[in-house]
């Protein structure tokens, strides 16, 4: 192909998927929907102007490659360890129930061979993790229960993807199978990936580490795509996807000081070839076959839809998550993934989709994708209404000896970072508190650490009953599941109306549907860091702690109102702006050490150098107010300073010179 026509076709692509994208934004239509359209208006079974889908395809592997890239920097080593439980039972629970369904049905119902039906259950188990993933980041949802246990189980499919690949020959007959080839290998594929993994756990930070001193900004993204894009060609060239070998360079880098700064860096190259990944799979649908059985494309989608609910449902009840969780992760996987489509072509290649097998798969396929969006979106809902109608197993499960018997105490929901240090502080200050939890792991280690915990759904009214809602004083929610909070707030407020709620919440919008459901404070972090730098630009300017105090009471006032408003309000702000037009007051506090032992205020003459005056000195809790030029002072002393802001900065550097230099050796 010539390097004019490659160039149209890839203008066109873009053109296309913008124009498509920019209607799908005007009619609510979720990206992918708009993805796969385009590449179905465009592709050569649509108005034909692609013709090089090969090149296409090409593209759409890169983009693959980036996307597993970016989930490995994200999936460190450490926390696949922590995922692990979930990865193997409830990812090999979920996978093996689908392929036994599916290959059983293929092989009995419809008459295909055992090996071939077998290779249509594993294209069948795998579910979409780019989609997936994306749809729970929008939602903010990644950290939840539902949320982890969701990426555990596609870290799974995804890692099946090898010894997928490496068997798919075999069930064609075209190797000739036999133990004596299958385990030479898989052991040739187990091997070659321990020696990528040892070397480059070893290389890749050294490597990147290299790229991040040169200085350059550009430097990093580039070393991070050939880091990326090399370690896949190597994997690729023992036998194995791209997707692979990037997936794993990402799991490398995942520990690393820079892996935050890829991921930045690396995003839009991601976000671009992934888009043509989907516009790729929507070119390869035939319009024309699909239009001529609708009936049986739209019958077989929702087998697999309702059978991938089933099963991933299955999986993660075998981990012991309540019906709401269970619920949401079930639905959150019922789709067939990108994977599957890498895989249906090399089952087309080598025999496995004969006739019209890949064209009924790949369009059952695409349904299930385009009916994600929409199943995610009323997953809570539906969570929510069969949470009400199945009785939690969990719920009545014998809990602490002391639970149930608090009053006028605090209910924590969450045990992360939050729940651990708000845990902290109340046990330091002997106020009793009980912490709710949904991850049976954190409930452990909390037991060992003699934390008062209870296993539970706080979504459940006999969760929070066991709690002790009605007795309660304060119940703080500091978990990030913003749909759980929700109704969480909305049953505490029901069963304590004269319980104090305070939740956590990241984003500003949130603020009042939060309010609304009975929230009685909302922290909202993104306010609450503004805030912060407020204050502390407030204090380099000695602006008096009680203005600073004042300020930050009003800014956080009525749900953070002024600050979501559009221009703040002048007459609240005024005392900061006479605040900083006038003089103030500090305090200076000479170290033990300090150089001004025995000298006196007449000494220092702090207001001849600075123009900083000595209104009082505070020795032992003692104040002496107007002191004398000839006072001498002593270590511990405070230095009651007024003045203009720079006199009292000029003061404070003149005060720490005489620090620095009793510091410096003779």
């Known amino acids: 192909m010539s390097l004019d026509i490659f160039l149209s076709e890839v203008v066109v692509l873009l053109a296309s998927a913008v124009v498509v ?117 929008d939602r903010r949802e990644t950290e939840t229960p539902h949320g982890q246990l969701a990426l555990a189980i596609l870290l ?38 321990a020696v990528v993994f040892l070397i480059g756990r070893r290389l890749l930070p050294r490597l990147l580490e290299v790229v991040v001193r040169s200085g350059a900004r550009e430097v990093l993204p580039l070393g991070a795509l050939a880091l990326c894009l090399g370690i896949g060609w190597l994997t690729h060239s023992f036998g194995f996807s791209l997707a692979i070998g990037s997936f794993l360079a990402g799991v490398l880098l995942a520990g690393s000081l820079y892996s935050h700064q890829v991921i930045a860096d690396i995003a839009p190259f991601r976000d671009l070839f992934s888009s043509i990944f989907f516009i790729s799979i929507g070119m390869l649908l035939d319009v024309g076959w699909v239009a001529a059985r609708p009936g049986t494309v739209i019958a077989v989608a929702a087998g697999m839809i309702a059978l991938k609910i089933v099963t991933a449902g299955a999986a993660v009840a075998v981990l012991g998550y309540p019906v709401r969780t269970v619920v949401l992760s079930a639905l959150a996987l019922a789709q067939v993934g990108e994977f599957s489509f890498v895989l249906m072509e090399v089952g087309l290649e080598n025999g496995l989709l004969i006739g019209g097998r890949f064209q009924l798969l790949l369009a059952a396929a695409v349904v299930t994708l385009l009916a994600t969006p929409v199943v995610v979106t009323v997953s809570h809902r539906l969570s929510a209404w069969l949470g009400g109608l199945v009785p939690s197993r969990r719920a009545t499960a014998t809990q602490q000896p002391t639970e149930g018997e608090e009053s006028d105490h605090v209910i924590i929901v969450g045990f992360g970072v939050g729940g651990r240090l708000l845990a902290r502080v109340l046990r330091e200050g002997g106020i009793p508190y009980i912490v709710v939890e949904l991850s049976g792991e954190l409930v452990r280690s909390g037991r060992r650490e003699d934390e008062p915990m209870l296993y539970g759904d706080t979504t459940r009214e006999e969760i929070l009953r066991r709690a002790g809602i009605e007795r309660a004083n304060v119940v703080a929610f500091a978990i990030s599941d913003i749909a759980a909070v929700l109704l969480g707030v909305r049953l505490a407020r029901r069963l304590a109306p004269g319980a104090q709620i305070i939740v956590r919440t990241r984003l500003v919008s949130e603020i009042e549907g939060l309010r609304a459901a009975g929230a009685d404070q909302v922290v909202a972090e993104e306010f609450e860091t503004a805030i912060e730098v407020f204050t502390r630009v407030l204090e380099r300017y000695h602006v008096p702690r009680n203005i600073v105090r ?73 104040s002496q107010l107007n002191p004398e030029p000839d006072l001498s002072l002593e270590p511990g002393d405070s230095l009651v300073l007024v003045g203009s802001h720079q006199e009292i900065d000029g003061a404070f550097d003149l005060l720490a010179s005489f620090e620095e230099d009793l510091e410096r050796p003779e």
């Open 21 to 137: 994208m920019l209607v799908s934004v005007r009619l609510h239509v979720p990206p992918i929907v708009a993805l796969l359209a385009t590449g179905v208006l465009i592709g050569p079974h649509g108005l034909g102007w692609i013709s090089s889908v090969r090149e296409v395809e090409l593209f759409a592997e890169v983009g693959v490659a980036l996307l597993l890239f970016t989930i490995g920097l994200e999936v460190s080593i450490d926390r696949l360890r922590k995922l692990r439980r979930a990865l193997l039972l409830g990812g090999s629970v979920q996978v093996s129930l689908t392929t036994v369904v599916v290959t059983g049905v293929a092989a009995v119902g419809l008459g295909l061979p055992w090996l071939h039906a077998l290779f249509i259950g594993w294209v069948v188990s795998l579910s979409s993790t780019a989609l997936v993933l994306k749809l729970l980041s």
């Open 156 to 193: 799974f499919q995804d890692f099946l993807i090898v010894p997928m690949i490496v068997l798919t020959p075999f069930l064609a007959g075209t190797l000739g199978f036999s133990i004596g080839a299958f385990l030479g290998r898989l052991a040739g594929a187990v091997a070659a990936l």
């Open 550 to 622: 004042a300020q930050t009471r009003v800014l956080r006032g009525e749900g953070y109102r002024m600050l979501r408003s559009s221009s703040l309000d002048r007459t609240v702000s005024q005392a900061v702006l006479d605040a900083l037009a006038a003089g103030t007051t500090d305090v200076y506090l000479l170290n033990s050490d300090t150089v001004v032992r025995g000298r006196s205020l007449r000494e220092l003459d702090l207001r001849q150098r600075t123009g900083a005056t000595v209104i009082a000195v505070v020795r032992d809790g003692l």
